[in-house]
Every structure is written in structure tokens, then in C-alpha cells.
């Protein structure tokens, strides 16, 4: 089911205004896009997409569309952000992720200041992770889920961190099959965890996963 | 693109998955099902007898997951059983078609 870019568009700005504790109003500008107007602070200008996998031209379409759009956000919850995507995004400073995320930047807006910044926490908690490791060269993020993680020592490795609060068998599967394959995964969230399936499922994809950082950081200095 | 779509799109793939697999359930969660306010996601639970079956199912409600903001689960009932998810987190069972909780409570029931 092909929908248009208004559509699209419609339906996430009506999310966007049951927000009603922190949203007075929306308001449609282009196609791609619509303001949220708050009583605290400056209209944030948000562009919409609705596509399973992000590339860097839908991003580019949409910002030809509305090239002031503060964060862009994609319907489908599990839609991939590709590297060229997230690449161009953090080259032009503006924010990204599902509906879920928008809303989070919304409601935790404390300042004047508009939302090219926002970051989602289990982003930001999982890039912080990899970064402070005494190993890493450099890191390229590959999607939104996966960064290839150069090392000083050793081969660079193929690193997936979910967030999944209860990590089954079937969704390391779907992860893969949609985000493409890792050889590490790291479950982030620390209040759950993976199941025995969902080991059993990794390792017959010969995917290491881990849900403890220790051991996770361990592995990371091995060759 | 609204919620009665959503909810067309969500019974129809229950349906399908109902006939295609056996012993298989459906459940709501979250704001979309539990809150009277707003929902940020639809999730969903998806319990079925193996991996098998859950792949088939991922495969099957591709639609919901690729055009809606769904979160969908899928555990096995061994998973389910270990985790004991559907009380923690307070699942609805979503039977036969569009659910009968439709219209009476969470965001699910705003038009």
C-alpha cells in the first residue's frame, strides 16, 4: 500500500497533537512536514517519511521539500536508517528516528533550543559504550543499529546493539534479516535480557551475543 | 493513513496468522491498548508454539510492521513461560478479526 508524502505527513502530526500535556497545536507547512506549536517554546519543525529502509536520497527528497525540518521521523517503529542516511543527516545537524523518539524530544524539551540535537537514549548509551573502549580506532555506523568498529588490534568487528527489553530467538532473526548481519550483538537494555533461544538462534548464525559489558568489552580486545 | 486503517490492517493479519499457524495467539500492550491519552506505538505480542512458526508470522505481517509505527514481539511459549510477559506487562489477548477491546479503551479507541 502506497501512501502519499501527505499522508504520511497527516497521520504522524495527529500522534504528534494527542500530546496534549505538551503540544497546543500542529500545524501542516509542506507535504513532508508540520510545526508543533508549544507554549513554552519555538514552533519545532519536524519532516515525515514512512519507508522500511532509509537511504540518503529520501532524506535528501525530503529535505528539498523543507530544507529547515529540526528532526525527521520515520513511521515504521523497526525501519532502518542506512549509514548514507544517517550520514547526510548528521552532515546537515538534524535529528532522526521513529515516532517514538520525536515524541521523546518533544516531551523533554527544557530549553529554546530546537531539536537538531536530540539523541535517544539507547543511542546515546550504546554509542557511549563503544566510544569510551580502549580498543577502538574508529567507528562507522553502517545503520542505525550497527557500527563497524575499527580496533587498534585486531580485524574490525560487525557490532549490533538491541534494546529489545525481552530479546527472543525470532527477533535476533527479524534484526538480522533486516538490518543485515553482525557478528556481535549487544542487548543494551539492562532490564532484560536475551532467552536461551535467543542465544541458541545467534550462534546458529555464528553471531556472538552478549548482555553483560564486561564480558562484551572483554571480547573486544580479542583478536 | 489513521487508526481505524490501523486497525483494519491489525485484524487482517491476525486473521491470516490465525489460519496459518495453529495454537497461535495475538496480545496488545502499551500505551496504544492501555492509555486513554496518546500512543507513541502499537505493540504487540505474538506467542507461538517455535522459532518456525514466529519467522513465518514475521514474515506473514510484514505490512504492519513496514508502514506502521508496530513493535511487534514474538516469543515462543517457552519464552513466554520463562518470562512470564503477558502478566508483567498486563498483554490483552487480541481474538478473531478486530479486537473486542476496540473503542473501549486506550488510544486505540480515539478516532
Known amino acids: 500500500m502506497a501512501r502519499s508524502p501527505q499522508d504520511n505527513t497527516n497521520f504522524a502530526s495527529s500522534m504528534i497533537a494527542r500530546m496534549t500535556e505538551a503540544v497546543q497545536r500542529v500545524e501542516i507547512v509542506t507535504p513532508y512536514s508540520f510545526l508543533v ?47 548514507s542516511a544517517i550520514h547526510l543527516l548528521q552532515e546537515k545537524g538534524i535529528a532522526f528516528g521513529p515516532v517514538k523518539h520525536l515524541m ?11 531539536l537538531n540535537d536530540y539523541e535517544h537514549a539507547e543511542t546515546k548509551y550504546f554509542k557511549t559504550i563503544l566510544s569510551q573502549h580502549k580498543n ?9 543499529l550497527i557500527y563497524e568498529f575499527h580496533r587498534k588490534n585486531g580485524e574490525p568487528l560487525l557490532i549490533a546493539g538491541l534494546n529489545d527489553y525481552e530479546l527472543t530467538g525470532v527477533m535476533i532473526r527479524a534484526a538480522v534479516a533486516q538490518h543485515g548481519h553482525a557478528s556481535i550483538i549487544f542487548a543494551t537494555n539492562p532490564n ?17 551475543l552478549y548482555d553483560q559489558r564486561n564480558d562484551f568489552y572483554r571480547r573486544l580486545h580479542t583478536p | 493513513m489513521s487508526v481505524p486503517q490501523l486497525l483494519q490492517c491489525l485484524a487482517k493479519v491476525i486473521e491470516l496468522t490465525e489460519a496459518s499457524v495453529s495454537n497461535a495467539r495475538w496480545f496488545g500492550f502499551g500505551s496504544f491498548f492501555l492509555s486513554t491519552k496518546h500512543f507513541s506505538d502499537v505493540d504487540l505480542l505474538f506467542v507461538c508454539a517455535t522459532q518456525e512458526d514466529g519467522i513465518l508470522i514475521h514474515q506473514l505481517c510484514r505490512e504492519l510492521w513496514t508502514e506502521w509505527p508496530v513493535d511487534l514481539l514474538i516469543m515462543t511459549e517457552a519464552e513466554e513461560a ?22 473501549s479503551q486506550g488510544a486505540c479507541g480515539l478516532p
Open chain 1, 37 to 83: 506549536h508549544t507554549e513554552k517554546f519555538p514552533p519545532a519543525r519536524v519532516g515525515v517519511l514512512s519507508i522500511n529502509k532509509v537511504e540518503a536520497s529520501d532524506v535528501q527528497r525530503l529535505l528539498d521539500a523543507d530544507p529547515r525540518v529540526e528532526f525527521i521521523a520515520n513511521i515504521p517503529k523497526v525501519g532502518v536508517w542506512q549509514g
Open chain 1, 104 to 114: 521523546g524530544a518533544i516531551s523533554g524539551r527544557r530549553d529554546e533550543e530546537p
Open chain 1, 136 to 144: 577502538l580506532h574508529h567507528l562507522v555506523r553502517v545503520t542505525d
Open chain 1, 192 to 208: 532484560g535480557g536475551p532467552t536461551p533461544e535467543a542465544y541458541d538462534a545467534a550462534n546458529s548464525m555464528g553471531i556472538e
Open chain 2, 82 to 103: 520463562n518470562t512470564s510477559f503477558i502478566v508483567k506487562w498486563g498483554c490483552i489477548p487480541l481474538i478473531g478479526g478486530i479486537p473486542h477491546w476496540r473503542g
